[in-house]
């Protein structure tokens, strides 16, 4: 069955970076769009950036452009997200997100907290 499961979350100071990870199981990774999402308390689940199934291309949400980078490791079956330069607005749950044959998949999420 399909797992997504991620990692790398923590409490981070205004300016500083992490590094989230999604190993993902049960699928052809390398055949699939992958995508990082989030959820800030009392707000609704966003996409953040999404990769596509070779990493030619990639797409961010305005609020992260030029701060997060989304890359994939095929060989690893595993979705990365840097997150440089964060605000304290970047504070969320982040899911790993798959779409396949017209299922949703999440993983279980990772808490980032921005605060000094």
């Known amino acids: 069955q399909v797992q997504l499961v991620e990692s790398g979350g923590g409490l981070v100071q205004p300016g500083g970076s992490l590094r989230l990870s999604c190993a993902a199981s049960g699928f052809t990774f390398s055949s699939y769009t992958m995508s990082w999402y989030r959820q800030a308390p009392g707000k609704e689940r966003d996409v953040v950036a999404t990769?596509?199934?070779?990493?030619?291309?990639?797409n961010y949400a305005d609020s992260v452009k030029g701060r997060f980078t989304i890359s994939r490791d095929n060989a690893k079956n595993t979705v990365y997200l840097q997150m440089n330069s964060l605000k304290p607005d970047d504070t969320a749950v982040y899911y790993c997100?798959?779409?396949?044959?017209?299922?949703?998949?999440w993983g279980q999420g990772t808490q980032v907290t921005v605060s000094s």
């Open positions: 990769i596509t199934p070779r990493g030619v291309a990639t």
């Open positions: 997100h798959l779409q396949r044959s017209g299922n949703t998949y």
